[in-house]
């Protein structure tokens, strides 16, 4: 059986700390889709086509500086 969950709030509700919390006890592969949002949209600020920065995401621009809170990195430090 193939599972999907999509956890959904307000901004800074907790939605990613769930949905890492809830993919690392069952076993689920994880998918930030805020961040896949923030990398296109700070590709856009940069003068980008929407779709083109949308098409053309690659691990590269998911870990550019900026698109993740120092609180986060603090919290993923702790996970590993």
């Known amino acids: 059986m ?9 901004a800074a509700a907790g939605k990613g700390t769930v949905g890492r919390a809830v993919a690392t006890h ?16 700070a ?3 940069a003068g980008a086509d929407p779709v083109e920065a949308a098409r053309g995401l ?13 609180r986060w990195r603090a919290r993923q430090a702790r996970w590993r």
Not at 27 to 34: K, P, Q, S, V
Request: glycine share 12%; hydrophobic share 50%.
């Open 58 to 70: 690659t691990p590269e621009a998911l870990a550019a500086p900026g698109l993740r809170s120092p």
């Open 43 to 45: 590709q856009v600020l």
């Open 26 to 41: 069952f076993g689920f592969a994880h998918l930030d889709t805020g961040l896949l949002y923030r990398a296109v949209g």
């Open 2 to 10: 193939i599972f999907t969950v999509a956890i959904d709030g307000p």
